[in-house]
């Protein structure tokens, strides 16, 4: 069975979603495509910037995330040394910043419950890409066929579509990350502030949601036998707790206090940043975001800030290409599906080329910053404490000083 679909989205992440919900608001259908049977909760939580909620919004989702959850006031760096706190920053002193830790479910509802009934397929799982003159045909595992003006790869790290259009598979960076979520009955009482600890190569994060709700992670040099961790949520609790023995009780209790099905692990990879400058971001009528375009290392926590740029960028640019109407010529000629995917065409053109620096400026910043924050040595550690702790945190604040604009093209 053939389906004929203006815009055909693959992978109903935060790229997807938030493009679509961009589409549908300046009057554009488009069908997304989730091989899982519902929407996938991978990550538990995530840092949202300024410029993430300047994105939000652009699409009409922002107020209501940030009604559940904390704004983070400042950031605090803990020695190995001494366990006390070697730096604090206020975000406020610094400028008028907005940091929130959003829980992964939480925003991938509120930009789906925005969507008409039936945009999302789920269990729709792409086998296959062909072209069809000026269309794409989608072939999915069921057997259906969809024939679409616009093909959008947000599909993640593992993308068909980014393959398709000639990126190779995302490099690992030799670093895995352990993430963690942890709720309380009453409030945890730990305040609306970030905090950062180094120990021998070993780097963690806690930050609450709301008032309930922790998230943390820690970053390390796997070796081979840290493999036994995978899937075994008891194993990865006494990995990291036996990783961070000079952590302060407030945050090894965080750990401790984490239930089995909290606990995530996974290697950290990402696209080198110079496939960005020569690599097919968008050609013809395909593109690609989110993951699928730019996975980054999550040191400096814009990885789904820069899905949600992508998906609004993205979206102004197809609708400005679809709604246009056909040039006199055109109708004349019968060339008005010639003529729209030239439009199309140049739309992608124009997202790839506005999004393409900036990709490789987050991609670029995250990994230096991992690499600070993780190598080991008492030089480094005495460098990264008394002056690179407050040199990242505005190389930090910098990236998040951003605006990708609104979401109208008139």
């Known amino acids: 069975m053939e389906i004929a679909v203006d815009v055909v989205i693959v992978g109903a992440g935060i790229a997807g979603l938030t493009t679509?919900?961009?589409?549908?608001?300046?009057g554009v259908e488009s069908i997304v495509l989730e091989a899982w049977d519902s929407l996938r909760n991978t990550g538990f939580a995530l840092t949202l910037w300024t410029n993430a909620w300047k994105a939000l919004d652009a699409v009409g989702v922002g107020d209501s995330l940030?009604?559940?959850?904390?704004?983070?006031?400042?950031a605090i760096v803990v020695s190995s040394i001494s366990g006390l706190a070697t730096s604090e920053t206020s975000f406020h002193a610094e400028g008028n910043h907005e940091i929130r830790?959003?829980?992964?479910?939480?925003?991938?509802?509120?930009?789906a419950k925005e969507l008409p009934s039936g945009t999302i397929r789920y269990s729709s799982k792409v086998v296959c890409i062909e072209e069809s003159g000026f269309f794409k045909l989608v072939h999915l595992s069921d057997g259906t066929i969809l024939k679409t003006k616009v093909l959008i790869g947000c599909d993640g790290v593992n993308s068909m579509v980014a393959r398709w259009l000639g990126f190779k598979k995302p490099t690992f960076t030799g670093r895995s990350a352990i993430r963690g979520c942890t709720e309380s009955i009453d409030s945890h009482g730990y305040g609306p502030k970030?905090?950062?600890f180094f120990e021998s190569g070993v780097r963690f994060g806690c930050r609450p949601c709301d008032d309930?709700?922790?998230?943390?992670?820690?970053?390390?040099?796997?070796?081979?036998?840290?493999?036994?961790?995978q899937g075994n949520p008891a194993a990865m609790k006494q990995f990291v707790l036996s990783k961070l023995e000079k952590l302060p009780a407030q945050l090894r209790a965080v750990i401790e206090s984490t239930e089995p099905d909290g606990f995530i692990s996974s290697r950290l990879t990402y696209r080198r940043p110079w496939e960005l400058l020569w690599g097919n971001i968008s050609k013809s009528n395909v593109c690609v975001a989110g993951d699928a375009f730019h996975?980054?290392?999550p040191d400096i926590g814009q990885g789904g800030g820069a899905a949600i740029e992508d998906g609004v960028v993205l979206a102004r640019c197809v609708a400005e290409a679809l709604l246009k109407e056909p040039s006199e010529e055109a109708k004349e000629k019968g060339e008005e599906d010639k003529e729209q995917h030239e439009r199309?065409?140049?739309?992608?053109?124009?997202?790839?080329?506005?999004?393409r620096m900036r990709a490789f400026e987050l991609i670029t910043t995250s990994y230096f910053a991992g690499f600070v924050q993780q190598s080991e040595g008492k030089i480094m550690s005495f460098l990264r404490e008394k002056f690179?702790?407050?040199?990242?945190?505005?190389?930090?604040?910098?990236?998040a000083d951003f605006d990708c604009g609104r979401l109208n093209f008139s």
């Open 388 to 399: 690179l702790a407050s040199y990242l945190r505005g190389l930090l604040l910098k990236r």
């Open 344 to 355: 199309i065409e140049m739309g992608l053109n124009k997202y790839a080329k506005e999004r």
């Open 212 to 229: 309930k709700t922790l998230f943390w992670y820690i970053t390390w040099v796997p070796s081979s036998q840290d493999k036994e961790l």
């Open 295 to 297: 996975p980054m290392t």
């Open 194 to 196: 970030s905090m950062q």
């Open 66 to 74: 940030r009604q559940q959850h904390f704004q983070i006031q400042g």
């Open 101 to 111: 830790c959003v829980k992964r479910k939480k925003l991938l509802e509120a930009l």
């Open 20 to 26: 679509s919900l961009g589409l549908y608001r300046l």
